[in-house]
Nanobody, 113 residues
Framework: VQLVESGGGLVQAGGSLRLSCVVSGSIFSINTMGWYRQAPGKQRELVALITRGTSTSYADSVKGRFAISRDNAKNTVYLQMNSLKSEDTAVYYC????????WGQGTQVTVSS
């Protein structure tokens, strides 16, 4: 299974970005998908999950600002990030649970204050 993220970049505080992750080598429609992030000097943390039934869950720190969604026809999961803060700066990793726990290579998001 391969996960390829895109959409990261540099944005000012208060701005928005949308991350995308294309999945291959897996039956995407039955996967739970998610996004993790890792800031410098910190452990990787879960940001958002979306099940195959499109139930979603979020870290408290991003609730109301981030939205995860999926397009099964495109084997793609998205993370819409609004009202970005400097503390959102991190490498963001796409995740899937099938056929086994797998993360992508990551995409850098940098929020300038």
């Amino acid at each position: 299974v391969q996960l390829v993220e895109s959409g990261g970049g540099l944005v000012q505080a208060g701005g928005s970005l949308r991350l995308s992750c294309v999945v291959s080598g897996s039956i995407f429609s039955i996967n739970t998908m998610g996004w993790y992030r890792q800031a410098p000097g910190k452990q990787r943390e879960l940001v958002a999950l979306i099940t195959r039934g499109t139930s979603t869950s979020y870290a408290d720190s991003v609730k109301g600002r981030f939205a995860i969604s999926r397009d099964n026809a495109k084997n793609t999961v998205y993370l819409q990030m609004n009202s970005l803060k400097s503390e959102d700066t991190a490498v963001y990793y796409c995740y899937t649970n099938l056929p086994f726990d797998t993360w992508g290579q990551g995409t850098q998001v940098t929020v300038s204050s």
